[in-house]
């Protein structure tokens, strides 16, 4: 069925869509490589990559009182290598990709949580606020990398794939105290917080749900579909279903942002293998949503203060907020052939090349660069991990679907 929905879009999609994969969204590593660096860590090679970049020297910059690199960032661009070389190969990418795992790897505690930053000593920073061990965003994103890895290393290197996987297994421990707590909620407004999504965040659950069907579909794990079955049904419990924004699946609390917003994205990979119909409700009204947050030009957040009141936040508009909500649309539009979220999510790749507020080309093909992002005040031309690993993630996936 994919198959053939693949071919009606490259046969259907209209001039004004389309997107030339030779000029605009040649997808280039140069920048990541530039930001990347191998040290040594306990003898071992690993790669890290450098917080920020900022212009016009785009000089390699740690991030101020918290390190030089971060899990959180070299976990995706181990996705970045690991995609690229699926891609298009290059035995280079795909030890790249072995480099930044074995970094995710050093970061892990001894109960399964991850440290975030290390120092430019190379110690790890255990005391941060955003770097303390803990089971936050940082430890999430190396779940997704590993389960990612271990699909990809089971048939090149068995023995890495296998401490990948025993990796994965260590977190699930953290997983189970968030699902004792399933059924129960957090009563107020707008709508009832389920206790058992992680850190009580969709946006965060979100990002595990994707990572944990990687580590399914390579292994069938019973563990991993029940995760991903309880967390699915959080995220759909988390959903606005008034209002004019009607249909937003909540980050935290009373907000939506754009940021990390994979909802959409991970209930529509759910339901393409377990094909809960409450689920496909849940994700095709959450694309009508993200479809709206497109229209009214990119927003960056909601907030809901009362019954019939909203928050509209629109800057700044980034990649990492483009990325989430264009690729919850792509995978809405494979399920549904819904032709207002292809159009949505073109629109979202179309960001990239200029056709933004700003009119400005946010990803230069020649150097691999993505900007900082856009606010009221113009262009951050800074280029930093984030955006750039962010930008290609999602280039990436729209490739493999057949979008560009």
């Not at 580590?215 to 991993?224: C, E, L, S």
């Not at 990325?323 to 919850?328: D, E, I, N, W, Y």
């Amino acid at each position: 069925m994919r198959l053939l929905l693949l071919l009606f879009l490259f046969l259907s999609c209209s001039d004004e869509n389309e997107i030339d994969i030779n000029n605009e969204f040649n997808i280039n590593l140069a920048h990541l490589d530039y930001l990347s660096e191998t040290i040594s860590l306990d003898s071992t090679d690993v790669l890290i990559v450098y917080i920020y970049a900022d212009a016009p020297n785009y000089e390699r910059i740690a991030a101020e009182g918290e390190g030089i690199t971060a899990v959180d960032d070299v976990a995706r661009a181990a996705l970045v290598y690991l995609k690229y070389y699926e891609q298009f190969g290059g035995e280079e990418n795909l030890e790249k990709a072995k480099k930044a795992l074995k970094f995710v790897l050093y970061m892990q505690a001894d109960d399964g949580q991850f440290y975030n930053f290390i120092h430019a000593d190379h110690t790890i920073n255990r005391d941060g606020r955003t770097s303390k061990k803990s089971f936050d965003y940082w430890s999430i994103r190396a779940i997704r990398a590993m389960s990612y890895g271990y699909k990809v290393f089971i048939s090149k290197d068995n023995e890495f794939a296998e401490r990948l996987k025993n990796a994965v297994e260590k977190t699930f421990p953290h997983i189970d105290k968030w699902m004792e707590a399933h059924g129960q909620y957090i009563l107020t407004f707008p709508v009832n917080i389920p206790l058992w999504l992680i850190n009580n965040a969709g946006d965060q659950s979100s990002e595990l749900i994707l990572g944990l069907i990687d580590f399914y579909n390579a292994t069938g794990d019973v563990r991993a579909e029940e995760y991903i079955r309880k967390l699915t049904d959080g995220l759909v419990k988390f959903q606005i279903s008034k209002g004019d924004y009607s249909g937003a699946h909540l980050s935290w609390q009373n907000l939506w942002h754009a940021w990390g917003a994979h909802q959409v994205q991970a209930i529509s990979e759910a339901y393409t293998i377990f094909g809960e119909e409450k689920w496909l409700t849940s994700l095709t009204q959450g694309a009508v949503f993200l479809s709206k947050v497109v229209a009214e030009d990119n927003l960056n957040g909601l907030t809901f203060i009362g019954s019939d009141s909203v928050f509209v936040k629109k800057y700044p508009q980034i990649a990492y907020g483009i990325h989430a909500v264009s690729s919850g649309l792509m995978e809405a539009y494979l399920i549904t052939n819904n032709e207002e979220f292809r159009v949505s999510m073109m629109k979202g790749l179309k960001w990239f090349n200029g056709s933004n507020s700003a009119g400005v080309v946010m990803y230069d093909p020649a150097t691999g660069r993505t900007f900082d992002g856009i606010d009221l005040a113009g262009v951050n031309m800074n280029s930093g991990a984030e955006s750039t690993i962010e930008a290609l993630l999602m280039f990436l996936e729209m490739r493999e679907n057949g979008f560009i």
